[in-house]
């Protein structure tokens, strides 16, 4: 596959999984009641959901700089789910599940530099 094929992919799964984010991000409040979670549950589908989401949007980042670029684009784009979410809703944005989806972007982003440093070490 070619490199200007992958990259399209790599956008087009973004995307996918950016919608799916703000879709659940956005559901109706008869729907997030149903499927409304608690305690460590939450917080750790935030976590994942935004590990999966940096994982998606940044897989082959090989340059530090563009990682960390995509990293806080990513955690810019939860901070304005919230926002976007309290102005939906009426509600006070809920400052815990920024710093949640903050943490599965920077589990994410370390995990994806361990994994590029072992390649690199591989390589030599």
Known sequence: ?????RAL??????LIVLA?????????ESLKGRLATFGFFHRFTHIAAFCIAFFAAAPRAKRFSSSL???????????????????????YPEYWDMRDDAWGVAF???LQRLAAA???????
């Open 118 to 124: 072992m390649k690199q070490a591989r390589e030599s």
């Open 20 to 28: 799916i984010l703000a879709l659940f991000s956005l559901l109706p």
């Open 9 to 14: 992919h790599t956008q087009v799964r973004a």
């Open 1 to 5: 596959m070619s490199r200007h094929r």
């Open 108 to 110: 994410g982003w370390l």
């Open 69 to 91: 670029i995509a990293a806080a684009l990513l955690v810019g784009f939860g901070i304005a789910l919230e926002f976007f979410q309290s102005a939906v809703y009426g509600n």
